[in-house]
């Protein structure tokens, strides 16, 4: 990663952005906010899988980027008005700079805690 690439961009990917499909997710929701989605319609929107869409929308909501609506769709609904404004220069870089945005993200140290842990996840078998 170059060294102009903002610093508190790379820590708002550290703490809030763990994956490229959330990040996408994130930012249509942010692009269209005034626009309830379904999890189906954005799922299919950004080619992924209707569980994986699922997932990456129960924790936009956890990270208090949006929320549910009574219609159970989701709405982009930040946390601060700074947390907008890093977004959107999130936004910004990602257009102009796409693989170091992307690059920032997948880089993240490995949480070892949680690495351990998944070792000992118990799998089904396959035949």
């Known amino acids: ?13 550290a703490q809030h952005v763990e994956s490229l499909a959330q ?12 626009t309830p989605w379904k999890s189906a319609d954005l799922c ?5 899988s209707p569980d994986m869409c699922e997932g990456i929308l129960v924790d936009l909501i956890r990270r208090g980027f949006a929320e ?14 700074d947390a907008d ?3 959107a220069d999130l936004a910004a870089i990602y257009q102009e700079r796409r693989v170091a945005v992307i690059t ?6 490995v949480n070892k805690v949680q690495t351990f842990a998944d070792a000992f996840r118990l799998r089904k078998e396959e035949p």
């Open 44 to 48: 299919q929107r950004l080619y992924i």
């Open 85 to 87: 404004r890093l977004l």
């Open 68 to 81: 549910r609506t009574p219609a159970s769709a989701v709405q982009y609904r930040p946390p601060s008005s």
């Open 104 to 109: 920032e993200i997948y880089s993240k140290p």
């Open 23 to 34: 990040l996408e997710a994130l930012l249509i929701l942010r692009q269209d906010a005034q």
């Open 1 to 13: 990663m170059t060294d102009d690439f903002p610093l508190e961009l790379k820590q708002f990917i």
